[in-house]
Every structure is written in C-alpha cells, then in structure tokens.
C-alpha cells in the first residue's frame, strides 16, 4: 500500500509559493509548507498556541502540508482568565478539532474495552460529539468511568494525530481485509463525493519511507504499524495532550444511514473543551437549562399540551398558554398598526398549481405533507390501475391536481394583492397574518413547541418598489428591534444569508440577486450589532436576514427573520402602474418577526424560567386570605381587580398562608396579595412579589395604578415597596 504524492521533489519547483495571511501579508516557500512551519515563522507565541489551520478557507491539520498558494489562517488554542476559563467567546473552529479528535479517543477508548465494536461514524456537533458503533453488548451509563478512564490513559500518551493516505485501490483493499462494512461504505461514499483518496489518522507516530514506482514518480510506502487507527477525512488536533477535559455525556440509538430498517447502532455522546473550568462551566449550564427546559415548564405550569391521539409536532394551547400568545399577537398587531400594515386570513391549504408557481412544490416536497387528491380522481385513478408510484410521479408532473397543506403563507398573500389593480401612489403594500403552516418534520427531530409540525407565524410580506425598499427593510428590523427590547432580548447578533454561487438550487436572474443581498448587507450593516454574511444560507428565492438571540444564560436561538425577494413577483407576474402609467414590477420583502409563536412561546418560557413580566404573564395577580373570616374583602379586593382587567385568582382553599403563597411560588404568579383584618380596616393590599419577596401594605387604589404602570411601561416601572 502506498500514498502517491502529487507535488514535485521540492527543488523541482519553478515558482515560490505564496502564502497570504489574515492581515494580507505574504510569505513565500520554495515548496510544500505545514501551517505549523508558517507559524513558526511569524512567531513562537503563535507557533506554541497553533493547533490548527485554515486553508483557503476549509480547516486543516496543523502538519499536513500545504501544496499550492493559499489564504491561510492559524487557529490557536483559546487564552484563560484567571478562572481558567476561555476569555472572550469560544473559537467555533477550535473547538471542531478539538472535539473531533476527543470522539476518535473515545473510540480507541471502547474498542479498547470491547474489541469487537465496529465503528461507523464520530462527528464533532456544536455542543461535543457522537460515536455511531455496531456492539452486541450494551453500553449504559455505569459503563462511562471506564470509558473516561481509558480515555485519560490515551490523552496522557499525548500521542500524536497522523494523517497518511491510500489510492482508492489500496484503501478498499485494506478496509475488506479489515471487515468494517460500515467503513467500507463510508469510503464509497467518499470516493463518489469526489475525493480522490482515502485518509486515514493514527493516534501516533507513523515510519515511512521514500521510493519511486515504477514510471519514476516519488512515492511513500506506509507500512503496517501498531497504533490506533480511524477511516477519517481529519482534520485534528496536533496530539490527544491538547484536550484538556472531557465528558462521556449520554448513549442511545440509532440506525445505520438513519434507516431504521438497517443495523442498529449504539450511540455515544460526549463532549470536550480546552479547560477544566469550561467543562465545568458548560455542566452548570446544562443543569439551568434542564431547569428551564419548556417541555418541563410548560406541563408544570399547564400552559401547553402534545397528545399522542392529536399528532407528534401538534400543539394544543391550554387556556393559560393561550393568554401568553394572544397578548403577544395583541403586541405585535399594535406595532403593526402604527407602521401602516393591513391584516388578513388566509385558508390553511391552497392548491398545488399555487406552489408548483411558487415554486415551493416540488422543490419543498420531502419536508410536506403529501398533497390531497379529490376523492373523484381518486376513483378514476382506481379505475385506470395508476399505482401509488404513478400517482405520485403523476402530481409531480402537474398532471394530476389536488391540494396541499400550506407550507408557506407568501403564496397566498401574493394572490391578495393581485386581487387588485395597484398604483405606485398605493405602494408599499403591507399584508400581515398570524397564519398557520404545515411542515413535516421528521419524528426524531420534533421536540416541544420549538421543532414542529404545524406553528403559526406572525407573518407579513411587503409589496413594495425599489426605491422604497432599504427604507422598508429597516422598518422591518427596526420592528424586532422593538419586539427583543421589550422581551429584555438585548444580546442578539444577525446573520446574513446569500446565495452559493456554486448551487443551482436558487431561482431568479443573478442581477436581481446581486441588488437583494446588496440591499440585506447594507440593512444589517446599519444596526450597530454583529453580523456575518454566511453564503449558501439563503431561501431559494432570495437572501434573508436572521436575528439570533442569546438568552439569559447564553444559549443561542434562530427567532426573528426578514428577506428580500425580486424572484416571487416574477414567477406571478405581479405587477403595480408606476407614475409613467406603465406596469412595474413590485419587490417582496418577507418578515417575522417572532418567527413562529410556539417556537418564540418555548423560547420564552426557558428565557423567563416560567416567571413572565406581569404585562405577558397568565396570571398576574392572586389574592390570599388570613382566613375564611376575611374571605369577604378578599372577594372585594378580587373584584376590583378583576374590573380593571387583571388576570387575577382568588384562593379560596382555606389553607394556611404559608402553603398558598408557595403554591403561588411555584406557579410564577408576579403578585400575592395577602389580606387580612388590617388591610380591610385600612383599605390596603399586603403585596408580595415572587422574587422580592414582601413589598409591605399598599393601598388597594395604589396598588391597581401602580401596576397598570408596570404594565404600561413592560415592566420597567416595577411596583416599589409601600
């Protein structure tokens, strides 16, 4: 077995080789060069914090050499407070080595133990890693200590990641001696994605040899050797000494290809960081979150309900959580009023002729429901013997009409406004909607109210001509501006989704494309907050905006989305009499701000912990009696509040004190108001808020004026103590 080299003997080399650096500086090398040789060069503070590189852009080991001029970038290992945890944000690229090295590790570790496990395939994810294995034994958490433990022994090895590679010939000869059909599959599947060999890494140090076959080129002969080793396309972490902490985190099932009707696998999870304390850190977030967690919450409080009978990924809102949407919506339609939107329904299917235009059928098809055929053709579809291939082939092709699900709202706000003749004096045309959409999420990836199947989107779409559109776009954003201050949502970053220009999978001519993301950078560019410009991350029909929010204990969520689209008005043929009284074509702009409602309730509930602002919360307010012998005044101070609107409860169960106000604790109600024979005597409420706990008597009048205040202010306006 041997790796064929294509570069040439380095004296063979006509040219130097040009390296160019972040800061736009260039080195040269008379030939292949590792990103640790140029960091040497620029300095050894930067060669001993260097456990990687970027090479025009794709991540690389830190020693694999570099064959052609490139953009290069060093990724170093993060820098430590004096808590010892990374100063700053963590190095997403960093921690992609890091973690994909920590899963082959793990590996090693099991096989280590259990020899007979056949590896399928260890990613590195945003929160660690898994590894995919065929054991007959099973792997349960009593099994974790010995895993770490052999996992330790190897990072103390401090053996390096080698990289060495095989023609495709070579490498299928040595994964069928080896018998990994899983491998094998994986290599195939390699080879048919374009690569033109085979890698593979050993957890150590690998002998090889220079020669030359027999038409005189120079090869490396790699001969069998004792290490570790993993079918893997890399790239890794200079050696296992460099990751510092780790957690075997949790193991489950899961399928080979994610077909449930082939092998099925054990699944590890684990996770990785470049200190103790950042480990530590990420546990203890861990555990808020649990605490925190909506589908927990969410029961507790009986704000949502998911039933088996009714559908995985389908809401039902109980009455409480239908007071926290409809006071949002209430929220939002207000915003809306004032920058001149219009409201309107729109039914929950529409026909498939209406996305085939959209374009969103077929091109959406695998993440649909199927679409609904008429009972009539149906039965002439019977009688002809069409089978259920035919059909579908059939309805893909437009021969066949039905109806569908909606997907997506825009379809049918775009056939509002072709409703009516439009002049440019009527533009922009804003068409606002709570509309519910249909999506067919995969049951194993549905979770609570933020992955599933039929959400509502506080949707709008804009109609607007070009000279209007920036001045548009911001009025959009500066509408989840409004929306995320008010939630107390003030850390928040945006994402700048474009087009690949590799993928055909976009519509629409490259010119009006060219004047959307134009119009999208120079919107986001104005907000004075982060963002990225991340290609390959648009709709198909134009670029977006997104707004990911980082909540109160860091976690970050997709929420608010604007985009800009020339695409859709030309695929209807949409059309507006401009002041030269000759049609024009409208630009789109789509925008949501809250994304969806169950995913922005869930979103909330884990944000808040349950404990929403009094303006937004299901019950506000909840009033306590000493005792039966006040009940009277309780159910006067009750109907007061009542009459001014107040989501307020009277406890009428008789216990102690004590007891109701923990009941009400751990309700989340914002105010207790506790009343007894002074307070009736002076007219007062004794309030207690369920965080500041006693706020001492307040009179009753005093008490409604303030808290409308706190409510008419969203909760800057606290109630303060009597």
């Not at 509502?456 to 201050?485: M, N, P, R, W, Y």
């Not at 884990?606 to 937004?616: C, I, K, N, S, Y």
Request: proline share 5%.
């Amino acid at each position: 077995m041997h790796l064929i080299h294509s570069r040439p003997a380095s004296g063979d080399w006509k040219t130097a080789m040009k390296v160019t650096l972040p800061d736009g500086s260039i080195k040269e090398y008379p030939g292949p060069v590792a990103p640790a040789q140029v960091a040497t060069d620029i300095g050894a503070g930067l060669a001993k914090a260097a456990i990687g590189a970027k090479v025009d852009g794709q991540l690389w080991d830190l020693n694999r050499a570099i064959e052609k001029d490139c953009q290069l970038a060093i990724i170093t290992k993060p820098r430590f407070d004096k808590e010892g945890k990374t100063k700053g944000e963590h190095n997403p690229d960093a921690l992609y080595l890091l973690r994909h090295s920590c899963a082959h590790v793990m590996a090693e570790a099991i096989q280590r133990i259990w020899p007979q496990a056949q590896l399928a395939y260890g990613p590195p994810l945003d929160t660690g890693f898994y590894y995919d294995m065929y054991l007959e034994a099973p792997i349960s958490t009593e099994d974790f200590p010995k895993i770490e433990e052999e996992m330790r022994k190897i990072v103390a090895e401090n053996r390096p990641f080698c990289r060495y590679e095989l023609q495709p010939t070579d490498g299928f000869k040595k994964l069928q001696e080896e018998g990994n059909k899983y491998k094998l599959d994986n290599a195939q599947r390699a080879i048919e994605g374009g690569a033109k060999m085979l890698s593979w890494y050993a957890t150590g140090h690998i002998e090889k040899f220079n020669t030359l076959d027999a038409s005189g080129q120079q090869i490396t002969l790699q001969p069998p050797h004792r290490h570790w080793e993993d079918l893997c396309m890399g790239p890794h972490v200079p050696a296992t000494g460099e990751i510092a902490a780790f957690k075997i985190m949790s193991v489950a099932s899961s399928n080979w290809k994610g077909d449930v009707s082939l092998d099925r696998f054990q699944r590890v999870y684990g996770t990785a960081f470049f200190s103790q304390a950042d480990l530590d850190a990420y546990l203890a977030l861990l555990d808020e979150a649990k605490k925190r967690d909506h589908r927990v919450l969410g029961k507790q409080l009986r704000l949502f309900h998911l039933d088996d009978q009714v559908g995985q990924g389908l809401v039902l809102w109980t009455p409480r959580g239908a007071v926290i949407r409809q006071t949002l919506q209430t929220f939002i339609s207000e915003e809306l009023r004032k920058q001149g939107y219009s409201q309107i329904f729109t039914p929950h299917i529409g026909k498939l002729d209406l996305y085939r235009t959209s374009g969103h059928f077929p091109y959406y098809q695998d993440s649909q429901y199927p679409p609904l055929i008429e009972r009539e053709t149906l039965a002439e579809l019977a009688k002809e013997g069409c089978s259920c291939g035919e059909q579908s082939n059939r309805v893909e092709k437009g021969d066949i009409e039905g109806y569908m699900l909606k997907p997506m709202n825009c379809p049918h706000h775009i056939r509002v406004f072709a409703s009516e003749k439009h002049s440019y004096r009527d533009m922009p045309v804003r068409l606002a909607e709570f509309g519910t959409v249909y999506r067919w999420e995969k049951s194993g990836e549905i979770g609570g109210m933020t992955r599933v199947r039929g959400f509502t989107q506080d949707d709008a779409h804009l109609f607007v001509t070009e000279d209007q559109l920036a001045a548009e776009v911001q009025g959009c954003l500066s509408l989840v501006k409004i929306i995320f201050k008010t939630l107390g949502m003030s850390d928040y970053r945006v994402r700048v989704g474009l087009r690949d220009p590799d993928s055909s999978k976009y519509v629409g001519e490259a010119s009006n494309w060219d004047k959307a993301e134009a119009a999208c950078k120079e919107a986001a560019a104005s907000l004075g907050v982060p963002f990225s410009a991340e290609p390959g991350e648009a709709a198909f029909y134009g670029p977006k905006i997104d707004f990911v929010v980082k909540d109160v204990i860091g976690r970050e969520w997709q929420l608010g989305t604007v985009q800009v689209d020339y695409n859709l008005p030309i695929r209807f043929d949409l059309s507006y009499v401009g002041a030269d009284n000759k049609p024009h074509r409208p630009v789109m702009i789509h925008r949501a701000p809250f994304g969806s409602m169950e995913r922005f309730v869930g979103v909330l509930i884990e944000h808040f912990a349950g404990a929403f602002p009094l303006w937004l919360s299901p019950e506000q307010i909840r009033v306590l009696p000493v005792s039966d012998k006040f009940m009277g005044y309780a159910k006067k101070v009750y109907e007061a509040l009542k009459a001014q609107a107040f989501r307020v409860s009277l406890d009428e169960s008789g216990d102690r004190v004590n007891a109701m106000v923990k009941v009400a604790q751990e309700e989340k109600v914002n105010y207790m108001l506790v009343v007894g024979g002074k307070d009736e005597a002076a007219g007062t409420v004794s309030v207690r808020d369920r965080s500041r706990g006693d706020l001492g008597a307040i009179p009753l009048e005093a008490f409604i004026e303030k808290a409308k205040a706190e409510m008419a202010s969203f909760g800057e306006a606290m109630i303060a103590a009597g």
